[in-house]
């Protein structure tokens, strides 16, 4: 059996043994194979290694861990760095910060991880630096550098984050949001619910958002509950299913529906019915998913499948107004043309034509529909999409 399947195994002999000869022999051929294996191991057996290697480590071995940085894994880098500061302190401090000044993006990340425990006084020099770093296109350092911005609790950075969501360009508005999520700003969250309202990466910024806010305080607020709506509707094209288990969704479902249903609530759960059916019923959908994730998805199917629907249906048209957060999502779930009717006179020309589609789907779509539509209707080629509807 070669190393790699030794040290990610189950027998406690064997991954002693291979942890012991990677760290003793700084083999970084084995190290190199085992980041390589990085989206193919669940995320309990990198876990699992991580561990193997910390208890491998000596202050006698510990210095051979710094061979391993040309192989950055966001999976090893915490036990890396704090064994490198556990053993070493602040002797390293020199050469992470020449590695954080002059080499690749890879080991300038493994060098973030490490600053991250150090005293704030012995790095506020490279301040400047890491508030670039923070910025990077490689994720994990851009990561690993906000995290040590946010216990500096570095407020130019922070004040930057927040001056980007407004933006007028989207994605600078989202890379704000991903910077004040990593930096840990639970007080931006009001201002970033409001962004995710008005973006079309709307379902992109809510699933950042549980990572600021746990999703058991989210839904203690409508604005919380649309977070969920956002986050529900991109699973599994933009977020991927073993959220439910990151977000804990099971018991979040059975929470609302049994501390008894609102209009918004039984929005989301609506929702969710639909998209957790769909889940479990194309194996598709959960070819890569674990164990785990698809036992959850197929226990939050089961949970939902239970709630009467007829019910939820009958609460969310009071979601039915032109103002209404939610009534994109309750628009959906309508039959009868003339509560979609209503929402013809909308200034919003998207509640407008989404509408007017829900009726052209319905085989309900006449032209007395495109007329009222087109009285509130500016922008010439919106005009002629509706004619030709």
Known sequence: MDLLKKLTGKSSDEYESAAKHLVDNADTELFEKLVKQDDFLYDFVKSNVASRIRNACSKDNY?????????????????????????????????MKEIFINDDVGKKAYAAKYFSLVPKENIEELLPVIRKTA?????????????ILSKMKDEEFRNNALIMLDSDDEFEQY????????????DALPKIIEVMKKSSLSENIASEIPYLVPVEELVKSDDGILVLCNIVSAIPEIIPPSVVLDYNLFEVFEELYLKGLTSTS???????????????????????????????IYAINQLLAGIDSYKLKNLLYDELYDSSDFVFYAVDYVNEPEELETLLDSTNPTLVLKVLSRLKERQQLTQAHKDLALNNIEKEDLKRFIEAL
């Open 63 to 95: 210095l051979n861990l710094m061979s391993f940085l040309d192989y950055y894994s966001p999976s090893y880098d915490t036990v890396i760095a704090e064994t490198l500061y556990n053993f070493g302190g602040l002797e390293l401090l020199p050469a």
């Open 135 to 147: 910025e990077s296109d490689f994720e994990p350092l851009s990561i690993n550098s906000i995290e």
């Open 175 to 186: 890379n704000g949001v991903k910077y004040l999520v990593s930096y840990k700003a639970p």
């Open 266 to 296: 039984a929005v989301l759960l609506k929702l969710a019915q639909d998209k957790f059916a769909e889940l479990a019923g194309n194996d598709e959908y959960l070819y890569d998913c674990d164990k785990n994730t698809k036992e959850e």
